[in-house]
């Protein structure tokens, strides 16, 4: 990696009292959502939130957004990093979306047109 080079490309926004629930996806099926956790913060590429547990680095996740006044937003994710949070009771855990598009495994174009619309309102600074 170039030193000083961000390879993020998208805007990361925090959405005042968002949370968010996530499951795994077993080997035949996905398991059950776990409880409402806090959401850190989102962009149209991926997003963080404290977790409750430890998820392997790869794993597939499907994540519910829950975004004040407004409908939840489903997405499929993998855990690309954990680590220690600030409160010492959760992990901090960072997650890269699929794909959007039509296909297997890939979130809905829809699902990209409602990020869109919330870094829109949310994002400060450009």
């Not at 170039?2 to 009292?17: A, L």
């Amino acid at each position: 990696m170039v030193q000083g080079f961000e390879k993020r490309t998208c805007h990361r926004f925090e959405i005042p009292d968002a949370s968010l629930q996530y499951k795994t996806i077993g080997f035949f099926r996905a398991q059950k959502y776990q409880n409402t956790v806090r959401l850190y913060n989102i962009s149209k590429g991926g997003l963080s939130f404290a977790c409750d547990k430890e998820l392997r680095k790869g794993k597939t996740i499907i994540l519910k957004l829950f975004v004040p006044h407004d409908e939840p937003i489903e997405l499929l994710g993998k855990v690309c990093w954990q680590k220690d949070s600030s409160d010492g009771y959760s992990l901090a855990t960072g997650v890269a979306y699929l794909p959007f598009g039509k296909g297997t495994n890939m979130n809905p174009p829809d699902t990209l047109d409602r990020l869109r619309e919330l870094d829109k309102k949310y994002v400060k600074e450009r």
